[in-house]
């Protein structure tokens, strides 16, 4: 649905893009996630294999669940050298602006040899969930296990349904992954928060997939930790009167070719621009391969008075990404509070950030901007908090611990402290 919006209807349309995002985590299929969850649980592999005989391929076996090393280096041969090199210079990268995210234990020593602290654990075993569908995705391997890397995960397991294209295979050996497993869906999530006889339990789950992979992680969520529950992918522009829509109808179509369910919205202060974009968009559309996909998402622009306005209206809709195509667009990042990532300029559209930048492209979406962070080292470490008191330390304390104990009604917690002094 491509359209260009009245300003007097401006919060009509962002009310519906917010209730949109919203009720993307409700389905109907909750019940059937549930039972394979509930099948997965308590028949491990079996279950994983019937799945998906019935889901990918009737012919799946046991004994295809795990990748084997002759079939990673079977990949390695069919991938070019390019590949190869764009995947190494993405790595190094990625690599790199997530060692500058690595957060540092501390450790106090406070009057009467009080000691405070913390500590920093990674996670022993993490699980990457790698889509399949609609397209491969080795990006979403390094955005998914480099900062798990980084934060020091001994062990990574990544499940993907089958068939695994080569180049997935080679971006996981290259990024680090420990075992490779043919399993998608509701299933995967299931055997990664469990564990079966082949798949390892392991500690948190993280990337995205389609909507039975969301309500498995949100049905498994404590059980096992997760990192968000994805929605549909999306996009909003800020344009002022010089930006280029030929750019502007690329960048928008670029982030509704992903599903029918992701949106874009250019926000821009110039009828000019917002029809060209228009026209632009009918342009463009027609030559994509995934023309289907885009027919059926939806494309909206909102004319408004200012830049400032546009903000504000983009804040509401806490976008998964913000592109600020506009004069001098840093003077704007400190008004910019709901965003997963923010795009500088006309020559920082999203797939920069989504293949080689170095930030993690695994972004909060559904509006979670507003209080979740994208993807990073601190999502694969826990903290320990430490606290060691002398004696005299704990003297200096005693009759406030006792007191606020007994204000609560814990005569034992009060009691704990008393015994060492009575």
């Not at 948190?204 to 992918?233: C, H």
């Not at 109808?249 to 250019?266: G, I, R, T, Y």
């Not at 027609?286 to 830049?307: F, G, N, Y």
């Amino acid at each position: 649905m491509l359209e260009i919006i009245e300003k007097s209807k401006n919060q009509e349309a962002i009310n519906k893009i917010i209730a949109g995002q919203a009720f993307a985590l409700y389905s109907t299929e909750e019940e059937s996630v549930r039972k394979i969850i509930q099948a997965v649980a308590e028949r491990g592999d079996a279950a994983l294999v019937e799945y998906t005989q019935k889901f990918d391929n009737p012919k799946f076996a046991l004994k295809d669940l795990a990748v084997t090393q002759p079939e990673i280096d079977d990949a390695y041969l069919k991938v070019d050298t390019d590949y190869k090199e764009a995947l190494s210079k993405a790595i190094q990268n990625i690599t790199a602006f997530h060692q500058k995210q690595k957060p540092d234990e501390w450790f106090e020593t406070l009057p009467l040899d009080v000691l405070l602290g913390q500590r920093l654990i990674p996670l022993e075993r993490a699980g990457i969930y790698v889509p399949g569908g609609r397209a491969i995705y080795p990006s979403s391997v390094l955005m998914g296990v480099i900062p798990a890397k980084v934060a020091g995960v001994p062990e990574i397991s990544m499940v993907s349904p089958p068939p695994i294209d080569p180049h997935v295979l080679v971006a996981a050996a290259e990024a680090g992954v420990s075992k490779i497993f043919r399993v998608g869906g509701a299933q995967a999530i299931a055997a990664l928060a469990f564990g079966t006889e082949t798949i390892p339990r392991v500690d948190k789950i993280v990337g995205p997939g389609n909507i039975f992979v969301t309500l498995a992680k949100k049905q498994v969520f404590g059980l096992v930790g997760i990192d968000s529950l994805a929605g549909p992918s999306n996009v909003v522009i800020i344009a002022d009167q010089d930006a280029e829509p030929e750019f502007m109808a690329a960048d928008l179509l670029s982030q509704v070719e992903h599903d029918p369910s992701s949106f874009a919205v250019l926000l821009t202060d110039s009828l000019a621009v917002a029809e060209n974009t228009l026209q632009e968009i009918k342009k463009q559309s027609a030559k994509l391969t995934r023309q289907e996909i885009i027919e059926r998402a939806k494309i909206k622009i909102l004319m408004v008075d200012s830049i400032e306005e546009a903000v504000n209206w983009s804040n509401q809709i806490a976008p998964e990404h913000l592109e600020l195509q506009i004069g001098s667009p840093q003077r704007f990042l400190e008004k910019i509070r709901n965003a997963g990532a923010v795009f500088l300029g006309p020559y920082s559209p999203v797939p920069v950030g989504d293949y080689i930048a170095g930030p993690s492209h695994v972004l909060p979406t559904g509006g979670t901007s507003r209080f979740l962070s994208p993807l990073g080292v601190y999502d694969f470490v826990k903290t320990q908090s430490i606290i060691g008191y002398t004696k005299p330390a704990l003297k200096n304390v005693w009759k406030d611990i006792k007191l606020l104990a007994e204000i609560e009604g814990l005569d034992a917690h009060a009691r704990a402290i008393d015994v060492r002094f009575s």
